[in-house]
């Protein structure tokens, strides 16, 4: 009965991907984009997947443009923000193309880990990547779940 709820989304066809819980009670998952390595907070209420300005030449992010659109969470609000389109995402087997990602400013949600000694890390994975990979978490055995759509 414990694998109960894995063998049922295995059947599925999902995939799954070990989150880490950080000290600061956040999961923590890794994932790739255009091919580089990164961490990332797992945020369900965060409404675009962002990477921080800082690492905008580590993942070799492209098309970055300006946005008018202000960023807000984590205590910090009224943010200025760029915008890349077109990168790819990987987290775990799955992989998502021609994806949009917000660039903002992170270092307060760095400081804040780091303050904690919780590792940084380079963006916040959110709610547009985990609705397209129909993202199932596991609280209590802390895994992610992901099927790709298609």
């Given at each position: 009965?414990?694998?109960?709820?894995?063998?049922?989304?295995?059947?599925?066809?999902?995939?799954?991907?070990?989150?880490?819980?950080?000290?600061?009670?956040?999961?923590?998952?890794?994932?790739?984009?255009?091919?580089?390595?990164?961490?990332?907070?797992?945020?369900?209420?965060?409404?675009?997947?962002?990477?921080?300005?800082?690492?905008?030449?580590?993942?070799?992010?492209?098309?970055?443009?300006?946005?008018?659109?202000?960023a807000a969470?984590?205590?910090?609000?009224?943010?200025?923000?760029?915008?890349?389109?077109?990168?790819?995402?990987?987290?775990?087997?799955?992989?998502?193309?021609?994806?949009?990602?917000?660039?903002?400013?992170?270092?307060?949600?760095?400081?804040?880990?780091?303050?904690?000694?919780?590792?940084?890390?380079?963006?916040?994975?959110?709610?547009?990547?985990?609705?397209?990979?129909k993202a199932?978490?596991?609280?209590?055995?802390?895994?992610?779940?992901?099927?790709?759509?298609?």
């Open positions: 009965m414990d694998n109960s709820l894995k063998d049922f989304l295995f059947d599925k066809g999902y995939t799954r991907v070990k989150l880490k819980l950080t000290k600061t009670n956040h999961f923590e998952v890794k994932a790739s984009i255009n091919g580089i390595k990164g961490f990332f907070i797992l945020d369900t209420g965060a409404s675009n997947s962002c990477v921080g300005f800082e690492a905008t030449p580590k993942f070799i992010l492209k098309k970055v443009k300006d946005s008018k659109i202000l969470g984590a205590g910090a609000t009224d943010m200025q923000t760029q915008v890349s389109k077109n990168n790819t995402i990987k987290i775990g087997k799955i992989k998502i193309n021609k994806l949009a990602l917000v660039l903002f400013d992170l270092s307060h949600v760095n400081l804040a880990l780091s303050n904690h000694n919780a590792q940084t890390v380079d963006g916040i994975i959110g709610a547009d990547i985990l609705k397209k990979v199932i978490i596991d609280y209590e055995k802390k895994y992610l779940y992901l099927k790709k759509l298609v």
